[in-house]
């Protein structure tokens, strides 16, 4: 069994409701929920953080470094294109994630097409929507099998 952490960061505690027609009706509860049930099927512990506030999510990556998580699923909104401290506290965790994007970047403005963690993610899900989180979770249960 391992221990499998989901951070979300700012504004996905609005998803269902802020802008539906880019990031669909289904809220952040519906997708931890989800997962959480797809890790206790695969076996593992699921754990997740939403937060707005940046350090949050670092003071988090900080903690994973010591608490024996395994693998990440993250998706750190808006500072996906800003944060290179986040990049660093990331890095500095030395596990292994799968960036998710509800959205897909590359159909929206300019500055969305550049992400400071694609290039240090094992893989990228982008673009389709609430079920991105699952497929990546579902990548992340065969990543650790093997």
Known sequence: MASILALHG????????????????DTLDDINQRLSTQCAEAGHEFSYLQSNAESDLIERLHAARKDGTAFMIVNFGGLTHTSIALRDAILAA????????????????????????????????????????????????????N
């Open 94 to 145: 030395e596990i292994p994630f799968i960036e998710v994007h509800l959205s897909n970047l590359f159909t929206r403005e300019e500055f969305r097409h550049k992400s400071y963690f694609s290039d240090i993610a094992v893989g990228c899900v982008i673009g389709l929507g609430a079920q991105g989180y699952e497929l990546a979770l579902q990548a992340a249960c065969r990543k650790l099998a």
């Open 10 to 25: 700012p504004n996905l505690n609005l998803l269902g409701s802020r802008e539906p027609h880019i990031y669909g009706t």
